[in-house]
């Protein structure tokens, strides 16, 4: 059965033993999910998917082994995919007497064999959790800083939520961190959000990335030789490497359309903050929209190359970036 996440006031945790939250605004979930179980002293068992499907008579022992101290289990899964719709299948068959589980899946496409499992069934439930509008950010940020009384510019209120991407659980954690800094100094300036925010990307990373799109080969080296950067950061450069080549992809289309590269960045939405437009303007003038659709083709190639030799990940990652940082565009 479907519920909005703004009916979960309808479900009942110790009815309700199937609970699928799906999506990946982890910031809502977690706010969410601590209302099901507020005003509850409630001990939760959490697991990984991947154990679960490695280990299963470990998890069914676990689970339906009995303890003079709970009446009732809570279990959260997480990370959860299609790959564990048979241990559901056995869980229902076995039964669910004083057992919840929720189970917490990042997007899942509506041919998902999950989804469609707990969408169908009415006795199970299936929240879908949509990333936030830059609205809905702006105005939970404009009202934790009221209620903290810290003074913040509409201005930087739309620089930590634009840079949030629609993620609730980053604007909780850069909120948590000004706060902490706002009992020092109740007036935050553009210079102290520069210091404070480090949202959804790994700053080394970031730029990294910016200096290779603006050609600065030294920086670019410096970056690489200061970092150690290792097989695992692989796919989080790739994933960024897009998402700033999309966002270039917008504005060198703007550029060819109107030839003025100031009315490009001032024009930009959701507008590019003053410290990063001379870097941005490097990259605009460095790559055509030709060349940057080229290197979004590549880039993904990349990354179908790293997830097959993992091993090697770094090096083929860092060896791209090297090429074309020095790279000559026609």
Same mark, same amino acid.
């Given at each position: 059965m479907i519920y909005k996440f703004y009916e979960l006031n309808k479900i009942d945790i110790n009815l309700n033993?199937?609970?699928?939250?799906?999506?990946?605004?982890?910031?809502?979930?977690?706010?969410?999910?601590?209302?099901?179980? @507020?005003?509850?002293?409630?001990?939760?068992?959490?697991? !990984?998917?991947?154990?679960?499907?490695?280990?299963?008579?470990?998890?069914?022992?676990?689970?339906?082994?009995?303890s003079l101290f709970e009446n009732k289990k809570f279990i959260s899964i997480n990370r959860v995919t299609d790959k564990i719709i048979k241990i559901i299948d056995e869980v229902i068959n076995k039964g669910l007497e004083n057992i919840t589980i929720i189970l917490n899946a990042n997007i899942l496409e509506k041919k998902s064999k999950l989804r469609s499992k707990f969408e169908k069934d009415r006795n199970l439930v299936c929240v879908a959790f949509y990333p936030d509008t830059n609205e809905t950010l702006s105005r939970l940020a404009k009202v934790f800083f009221k209620n903290k009384n810290i003074t913040v510019s509409q201005m930087n209120i739309n620089f930590i939520v634009n840079k949030c991407n629609g993620n609730r659980e980053f604007l909780n954690n850069e909120l948590l961190k000004i706060e902490s800094f706002a009992e020092r100094k109740k007036?935050? @300036?553009?210079?102290?959000?520069?210091?404070?925010?480090?949202?959804? !990307? *790994?700053? @080394?990373?970031?730029?990294?990335?910016?200096?290779?799109?603006?050609?600065?080969?030294?920086?670019?080296f410096i970056i690489i030789n200061e970092n150690n950067f290792n097989n695992d950061d692989s796919i989080i450069i790739t994933r960024t490497f897009i998402n700033k080549l999309k966002k270039i992809l917008t504005l060198s289309k703007n550029y060819e359309s109107n030839d003025n590269i100031d009315r490009t960045i001032n024009e930009a939405k959701p507008p590019i903050f003053w410290k990063d437009k001379d870097l941005i303007k490097k990259q605009i003038k460095n790559?055509?929209?030709?060349?940057?659709?080229?290197?979004?083709?590549?880039? *993904?190639?990349?990354?179908?190359?790293?997830?097959?030799n993992s091993n090697n990940a770094r090096n083929i990652i860092l060896d791209f970036i090297i090429k074309n940082c020095s790279k000559t565009n026609s």
């Open positions: 033993s199937l609970i699928l939250f799906h999506g990946n605004n982890e910031g809502l979930k977690k706010e969410e999910t601590l209302k099901l179980f @507020s005003n509850k002293k409630i001990k939760i068992s959490k697991y !990984e998917e991947k154990e679960i499907i490695e280990n299963p008579q470990i998890f069914f022992e676990n689970l339906y082994s009995g007036n935050i @300036s553009d210079e102290d959000l520069i210091q404070l925010i480090n949202l959804n !990307e *790994n700053y @080394s990373i970031s730029e990294l990335i910016d200096n290779c799109l603006a050609k600065n080969q030294k920086k670019t790559w055509s929209t030709k060349n940057i659709e080229d290197l979004i083709f590549q880039i *993904n190639q990349i990354e179908l190359k790293i997830k097959k």
